[in-house]
């Protein structure tokens, strides 16, 4: 089982930076891709961006890319997302999960189906 914890949400003027972090609990963190969500209010959860077990391998939605960068530290079971030039239309919940343990990069790493586990959200907002 693995619980996670998100952490750094707040409130940033348009332009500005946030770094949310979430750190891991469970033995198979190091094993399993990792992935940020969002739902902003009266919308579906959207994916964000991914990263492989390793690290190595990275994936975004085209609306953050140049802009966000995930990035995790297995030695310290923490995966986090560095975001840039924030604009208000990221406000939202963001949430951190935990991909199901098999091949890291898949095809439908953007589904919300492929996460088993999932963090209680933390809130980003951004003022215009």
């Known amino acids: 089982q693995v619980q996670l914890v998100e952490s750094g949400g707040g409130l940033v003027q348009s332009g500005g930076s946030l770094r949310l972090s979430c750190e891991a609990s469970g033995r198979t963190f190091s094993s399993r891709a990792m992935g940020w969500f969002r739902q902003a209010p009266g919308k579906e959860r959207e994916f964000v961006t991914a990263i492989s077990w390793s690290g190595s391998s990275t994936y975004y939605t085209n609306s953050v890319k140049g802009r966000f960068t995930i990035s995790r530290d297995n030695a310290k079971s923490t995966v986090y997302l560095q975001m840039n030039s924030l604009k208000p239309e990221d406000t939202a919940v963001y949430y951190c999960?935990?991909?199901?343990?098999?091949?890291?990069?898949?095809?439908?790493?953007?589904?919300?189906?492929?996460?088993?586990?999932w963090g209680q959200g933390t809130q980003v907002t951004v003022s215009s």
């Open positions: 999960a935990a991909k199901r343990l098999g091949p890291s990069m898949t095809s439908t790493i953007d589904s919300p189906n492929d996460y088993d586990y």
